[in-house]
């Protein structure tokens, strides 16, 4: 097995810093983007670093999107040619009123597709929205490879990119489908704010297995 891929996570809410305790866990490299890279922050996970949104950017070979909506838009236009190419990870939820109405979707648009609009040259998927941030890292070391993280990515090799990271941390990954079709994991969608197993995940999408 080559190298693990260098992680960048940008935001230090508690998605943020669940999913950088849980690949650090693994071995991989991460550092966390924040606003203020001198103010440290409670529940880093040891070894994980905190530098600049931009330099996160620049380090990692995936992106993890884990910031409040109302941020999101500048900070892509921004961060837009440091993540060209790479596998972006969206993780972002418009929970707040106030994020809902920043984010500006079009019509029937999922946050997946929101977040590849603004950067269309990145390998946009989306992942770990639907999970409750308060059990993210429990459920995932405490009962390894039980739960299902249900994920979207609009190519194959990017979702089975995605699927390799999901199983590692200790979650089974569960492609719900393509951006368009990712509404299951987005604020109110069917798989919102809870805990499946595979089976169960499959039940709440309408789906045989």
Do not use: C
């Amino acid at each position: 097995m080559g190298a693990l891929e260098k992680l960048a996570i940008l935001g230090t809410g508690p998605v943020g810093l669940g999913l950088a305790e849980l690949f650090s866990r693994q071995g991989h490299a991460v550092r966390i983007g924040t606003r203020d890279a001198s103010r440290r922050r409670a529940g880093l996970a040891p070894g994980v670093d905190l530098v600049s949104f931009r330099q996160a950017a620049d380090f990692g070979e995936v992106v993890v999107m884990a910031v409040r909506h109302a941020a999101s838009a500048a900070l892509l236009e921004r961060l837009e040619p440091a993540m060209r190419g790479k596998l972006v990870i969206d993780a972002d939820n418009a929970w707040f009123r106030q994020d809902f109405l920043a984010a500006k979707f079009q019509p029937g648009e999922t946050e997946g597709q929101w977040m590849a609009r603004h950067i269309p040259r990145s390998r946009v998927t989306r992942a770990f929205s639907h999970i409750d941030s308060d059990i993210l890292v429990p459920a995932a070391t405490q009962e390894p490879h039980h739960w299902a993280a249900g994920f979207a990515a609009d190519g194959d090799r990017d979702a089975g990119k995605l699927a390799e990271l999901i199983d590692r941390i200790g979650y089974v990954p569960f492609r719900v489908g393509t951006l368009a079709g990712s509404a299951p994991l987005d604020v109110g969608g069917a798989l919102w704010a809870q805990m499946f197993t595979p089976g169960q995940m499959a039940s709440a999408l309408g789906r045989v297995v």
